[in-house]
């Protein structure tokens, strides 16, 4: 008689709940003859078992677990191998091909073998924490039992880097405690100490416990063995108890509007995708620009080089001036944009749209007839001018050329600026330019860091004199002209209800000092600032900045608003 053809089935049961097992998981135990698993596993799904043998082990036995799973199998015996979560995931099915790979196993002969997928733990996670892996993610284990502790480290490193959502697995146990105090620390090199940080312990079982955080307090709670750590990328959001990491629809759609500014067969021309692959080869192989972001709502992008309106303002003012139609320190200001002349062709595409703040002077606040005339000239039909609160009108205009746009506005004896997140130098009118003993000061300031890119976006406020009626002593910097010399303040912030003024950090700089003082704390801030940290989180994170120490402002009682949100 022909011997029976043994089987494997290597089963992911899932977080551990009956209802989160596949159906094919089920079938797959019961026609079973043979059980094994580790112990914990094997009482987990008790509750499935009828007349199965059951082989369990303790948790460091998969080797021995996997060559009974085979020996029993080449009996002609149809055997379960369990994991909890997904086999293929830290689970049991690679182990399980190993073994079969030393005894020289072909899959058409010997025993038969499936792979049962099941809820790995980074997916059940997510799901009990929001929607926190909806960009890209990976999975790195803790565990240096296997691994080398480098070789994690290293991963956790690129991962961190490169902005991944990552599932830490295997975070802590009873002798592993530094491995996750380490991994803390690698990810804040990165990362902001905001960022959203989900614990999840237990995901689907009794015990079941969800903790939102972030980076910065994580070590505070408990993480152990059956914890699985989320930590969100640079988008992740913490919205009403819910971790979610957005997809990226709001570059192409209006999340608030049930108009959309692109029709269905717009959506996915790589005209609406400037940031893709066809783009950028389109852009390279043309010579050309494909400078095609479709007129969205919001502020949008402009070249096919540049990913973000910021990058392709300073792109085009980069461009300029290497060309010497502007000046203004912006060379340096963004190296990662591409100073393709070319891309900045935007009337290839009458759908292109140029963004740039614009302003008669650092302190002449006065739009001549002429100037105004010029700008409903460029703006024309369809583009826009929007007078800002930080002296200055910024200019969107579709289809338009910016070279041309740049060179017309300089001829006006307009300045120009990127927009964004770049330092900003907001000055006084020095009393109608009565007042004008600083304002020379201010102009180089203007010209050494104004438009430069920053982590976040950087206002310098800068007043004539000790009245500070602008509110200079509101801004992340503030510079005060008093007595022949410069008052300095650092850190405030404007808008939020935790709203503050700037902490006062020196008096009576002088004149030739005061430039270089903030283009010190402009580069420590540019240098060591995370992406997106706002200056007066940065001082406070780092507790001194160019010399100047941070101060805890008082503890404010904050109480329900009485009327409004
Ligand atoms: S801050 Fe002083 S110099 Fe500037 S506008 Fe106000 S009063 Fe005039």
Request: contains cysteine.
């Amino acid at each position: 008689m022909e011997k029976k053809r043994g089987k494997l089935l290597v089963i992911g049961f899932g977080p551990g709940a009956f209802e989160q097992i596949t159906d094919r998981a089920r079938r797959a135990i019961e026609e079973s003859e043979v059980i094994i698993g580790y112990n914990t596993y094997v009482d987990l799904i008790r509750g499935l078992l009828t007349t199965q043998e059951i082989v369990r082990t303790g948790m460091t036995e998969e080797v021995s677990r996997a060559q009974e799973a085979v020996r029993q199998a080449e009996m002609g015996r149809t055997v379960a191998v369990i994991s909890s979560g997904d086999a293929g995931v830290y689970g049991m099915a690679g182990l399980i091909y190993e073994v079969l790979m030393e005894k020289k196993w072909h899959p058409d002969e010997g025993v038969e073998v499936e792979v049962i997928p099941g809820i790995s733990s980074i997916n059940s996670c997510a799901a009990l924490l929001g929607a926190p892996i909806m960009h890209d993610a990976c999975t790195i284990s803790l565990s240096d039992h296997l691994t080398p502790w480098d070789t994690i480290a290293k991963r956790v490193e690129a991962a961190a880097a490169t902005d991944f959502v990552i599932a830490l697995y295997n975070p802590r146990s009873g002798r592993r405690t530094r491995q996750i105090a380490e991994t803390q620390r690698i990810l804040l090199g990165h990362r902001s100490p905001d960022t959203p940080v989900g614990l999840v312990k237990s995901a689907y079982r009794d015990r079941q416990q969800i903790v939102l955080t972030t980076l910065a307090d994580m070590l505070e709670h408990e993480i152990g063995m059956l914890t699985t750590v989320i930590i969100g990328n640079s988008s992740t959001v913490v919205y009403d108890g819910l971790m979610i990491t957005p997809r990226g629809y709001q570059r192409k759609y209006t999340l608030n509007s049930e108009e959309q500014r692109l029709r269905p067969s717009e959506r996915l021309q790589v005209a609406a995708e400037p940031w893709s692959l066809s783009a950028k080869e389109q852009a390279g192989a043309s010579g050309e620009a494909k400078s095609v972001q479709p007129d969205f709502p919001a502020p949008a992008s402009y070249s096919a080089s540049s990913s973000s309106p910021l990058e392709a303002a300073m792109e085009a003012l980069q461009i300029l001036e290497a060309k010497g139609i502007v000046s203004g320190g912006y060379a340096g200001s963004a190296p990662s944009a591409v100073a393709n002349p070319s891309t900045l062709s935007a009337a290839v595409n009458p759908n292109a749209l140029f963004e740039v703040g614009v302003a008669p002077g650092i302190a002449n606040k006065k739009f001549t007839a002429r100037q105004m005339a010029l700008l409903a000239e460029i703006a024309g039909e369809q583009g826009e001018m929007e007078y800002t609160p930080h002296h200055q009108i910024i200019l969107r205009i579709p289809g338009g050329d910016p070279e041309r746009v740049v060179a017309e506005l300089k001829a006006e004896k307009l300045l120009v600026f990127p927009i964004g997140d770049v330092a900003q130098i907001k000055a006084c009118d020095f009393c109608n330019l009565e007042k004008d003993g600083s304002i020379p000061v201010a102009e180089e300031l203007n010209r050494v860091i104004g438009g430069l890119k920053t982590p976040k976006e950087l206002k310098i406020g800068f007043n004539g004199c000790g009245m500070a009626c602008y509110g200079a002593v509101l801004e992340d910097i503030g510079i005060v002209y008093r007595k022949g010399a410069y008052d300095l303040f650092l850190g405030g912030k404007t808008i939020g209800r935790n709203a503050h003024p700037a902490q006062p950090a020196a008096e009576g700089i002088a004149a030739d000092q005061i430039v270089d003082t903030v283009e010190r704390i402009f580069r420590e801030y540019t240098d060591k600032a995370f992406p997106g940290e706002r200056f007066h989180k940065f001082f406070k994170r780092v507790g001194t900045v160019a010399g100047f120490r941070h101060e805890e402002q008082p503890a404010v009682a904050v109480a329900d608003a009485v009327c409004g949100d």
